[in-house]
């Protein structure tokens, strides 16, 4: 495995690089999640083409400097991870190689990311439009890899890349969780042993609206409040930051359900923000 920490040498490895090239961009801190990100990715680039890992603490997608500065950094572990999971390249830059100090373009996408993590977390999709698009200009890969857990992000990126052509083929990859059900994040981490025992009724409440709409109910008002009280009976202090009900194409609210749909929600325990989506078929 090649490791390298600055754009140019990105670019000037690519030619080692047999196509089809497959990357997965990442902020570190590599989980299980990653691992199954990585095994799609290998899969799509077969035995004789390429796995790029990007690992990159975007500074520009954090909204409050605590978040960022309490993001997880495990460096020596990625590495390790990498080399043993089929990375044929890991490209691990610091943001001042990342950024100009004097940068200003920025890709803003103005439909999607209005709702969801975009109305609490203002700039955040900007941050990562733009650095997924600086990643793919400079790793040139034929497809990219990204978890289903950040729904949005995902629909995000690939309007993105519908939008502005980029050449890229977008891929999304099954949320990987605990065996409690709850969806595996680098913030995991962070829960104290109560929030994390208490964590998993997010699913439990998606799973509880899923059934309910299996069994016929298309009113997104009582499936949202059979989720919601799910969250709210928490005795170790969940708090909803959105639980919302949208089409899961247009990402907008859908009442009935009679188009698939995806029941998205992001719930805090103390500082720390969990996110976690089911999709609802039409
Ligand atoms: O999902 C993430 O880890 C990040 O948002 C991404 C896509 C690597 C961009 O920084």
Known sequence: MKLVSHPPDLRSSLEDLASPRILVPTMGALHEGHLALLRHARQLAGKSGS??????????QFDKAEDLEHYPR????????????????LFAPTPDSMYHPDHSVTVVETALTHQLCGATRPGHFDGVCTIVLKLFNLSQPDAAVFGKKDYQQLAVIRRMARDLNVP????????????SGLALSSRNTRLSERQHADAPRIRRA????????????????????????EINASAAGARIDYLELL?????????????????ATAVFYGSVRLIDNIELPG
């Open 51 to 60: 796995v790029i890992l990007t690992l990159f603490v975007n500074p520009t």
């Open 206 to 229: 998606l799973l509880a609206a899923h059934a309910a709409h299996a069994h016929g109910e298309t009113s997104a008002r009582l499936l949202l409040d059979l989720a919601r009280r």
């Open 74 to 89: 495990t460096l020596e572990n990625d590495i390790e991870l990498c080399r043993t999971h089929g990375v044929d390249l």
């Open 168 to 179: 890229v083929h977008i891929e999304g990859v099954d949320t990987v969780r605990e065996a």
């Open 247 to 263: 089409d899961a194409e247009s990402l907008r609210p859908i009442d009935p359900v009679s188009a698939p749909a995806v029941l």
